[in-house]
């Protein structure tokens, strides 16, 4: 009987460490995810994590009030890439995903306050780098701005390497300005 009631303990005490060392990852994720913007945005985003298999939904970490979706590092992509986006953010990737026009209603913003990985300035489906697509091995901390006027972005340069803001995917129906954002930002 006593072999039985400590092989009890130590079962429960493992599903306690277990369900501690969740707690602690998923603390872990929301504060990455948190990272990406300044704390008047994140503190009351909604904070989402990757599915764990492809294809299926991504799950709440924490739900928040004021709009805005905060994603940590995407372990599918090269580097650390937390962000923090708005409505519009989410319908440009979610049309990059699914390979259709996307339906920009307003002007909208990304905060990618800690970079991101590498990735093709001029197609937006490129994995590597070619002769032709302005590939940036590392993506410096920015903002995202993406309006359905276009017409905002006449006159930008389209190359990253110009010192400021730049226009990134241009000729597709993805366009959107790029906004270098000093490192620290958030302290």
Same mark, same amino acid.
């Given at each position: ?42 503190? $009351? #985003?909604?904070?989402? =994590?990757?599915?764990?298999? %492809?294809?299926? /939904? ?62 093709? $300035? #001029?197609?937006?489906? =490129?994995?590597?780098?070619? %002769?032709?697509? /302005? ?53």
């Amino acid at each position: 009987m006593k072999t039985l009631t400590f092989a009890a303990l130590i079962i429960f005490g493992l599903q306690d460490l277990c369900a501690q060392a969740q707690t602690n990852i998923t603390q872990l994720k929301i504060e990455e995810a948190m990272s990406a913007a300044p704390p008047s945005i994140s503190a $009351n #985003a909604t904070i989402l =994590d990757y599915p764990s298999e %492809p294809g299926g /939904e991504k799950i709440v970490l924490r739900k928040g009030s004021n709009g805005w979706i905060c994603l940590p590092d995407n372990p599918n992509m090269p580097g650390n890439n937390p962000m923090c986006v708005d409505s519009q953010l989410i319908e440009l990737f979610s049309a990059v995903a699914e390979k259709r026009d996307p339906n920009i209603t307003r002007t909208g913003f990304g905060y990618f306050l800690q970079g991101g990985g590498a990735r093709s $300035n #001029a197609n937006p489906w =490129d994995t590597s780098p070619t %002769p032709d697509n /302005e590939w940036m091995e590392m993506q410096v901390p920015h903002i995202v701005v993406v309006s359905p006027d276009t017409t905002i972005l006449k006159g930008l340069p389209t190359k990253s390497d110009n010192g400021g803001p730049w226009v990134m995917w241009k000729g597709t129906p993805y366009v959107h300005i790029m906004i270098p954002v000093p490192k620290n930002i958030q302290e």
